[in-house]
T-cell receptor, first 110, second 117 residues
Framework: RKEVEQDPGPFNVPEGATVAFNCTYS??????FFWYRQDCRKEPKLLMS???SGNEDGRFTAQLNRASQYISLLIRDSKLSDSATYLC???????????FGSGTRLSIRP | DAGVIQSPRHEVTEMGQEVTLRCKPI?????LFWYRQTMMRGLELLIY????????DSGMPEDRFSAKMPNASFSTLKIQPSEPRDSAVYFC???????????????FGPGTRLTVL
């Protein structure tokens, strides 16, 4: 079983829709959580960190559920430019090692 | 500000040849990571350094792969001899890790697209 699991998608939704995807992690000692975004043929870039209390950044909301060991990303009022692969990232308590999920592909159609 | 710099951006080589990928991390960062990305396996961590010291190389596929970080501003990933299954995009990333309030954000370079024929 992979340490960080994501639904690979693709999620294909119309512009303006709300879309959400989850990511589960297996190591209960995981300490920090992030969502990265990767555009086609580009490098991953940090989208947002995920805090225990949940956090929002514009149209994006991230939530953490430690009891069930998953994090989620919600995108409201989706734009064509949101089309990308979203990578779930989990950091262990040990120095600096982080684990990337395999990503969820999102495609927004006009 | 210059981000993470990788070279070359593209490399096409023949099976059996030695390949060297280069990375210059962001100035001031003390952690450096090498990743490999393929369609089949996604993004895999190969090795990471903290303060130029290799901390975890458990992701390095086999002895054909080696990585060095001779100083804080330069790292190499070498494949010798290369094989077709090594074809992938290789990313280098850097971050700052500190005792009090570490910055966990990893900044990725543009990657090196390697094709081994």
């Amino acid at each position: 079983r992979k340490e960080v699991e994501q639904d690979p998608g693709p999620f294909n939704v119309p512009e303006g829709a709300t879309v959400a995807f989850n990511c589960t992690y297996s190591n209960s000692a995981s300490q920090s959580f992030f969502w990265y975004r990767q555009d086609c043929r580009k490098e991953p870039k940090l989208l947002m960190s995920v805090y225990s209390s949940g956090n929002e950044d514009g149209r994006f909301t991230a939530q953490l559920n430690r009891a069930s060991q998953y994090i989620s990303l919600l995108i409201r009022d989706s734009k064509l430019s949101d089309s990308a692969t979203y990578l779930c990232v989990v950091k262990h308590s040990s120095a600096s090692k982080i684990i990337f999920g395999s990503g969820t592909r999102l495609s927004i159609r006009p | 500000d210059a981000g993470v710099i990788q070279s070359p951006r593209h490399e096409v080589t023949e099976m059996g040849q030695e390949v060297t990928l280069r990375c210059k991390p962001i100035s001031g960062h003390n952690s450096l990571f090498w990743y490999r990305q393929t369609m089949m396996r996604g993004l895999e961590l190969l090795i990471y350094f903290n303060n130029n010291v290799p901390i975890d190389d458990s992701g390095m596929p086999e002895d054909r792969f080696s990585a060095k970080m001779p100083n804080a501003s330069f790292s190499t990933l070498k494949i010798q001899p290369s094989e077709p299954r090594d074809s992938a995009v290789y990313f280098c990333a850097s971050s700052f890790y500190g005792r009090s309030g570490s910055t966990d954000t990893q900044y990725f370079g543009p990657g090196t697209r390697l094709t081994v024929l």
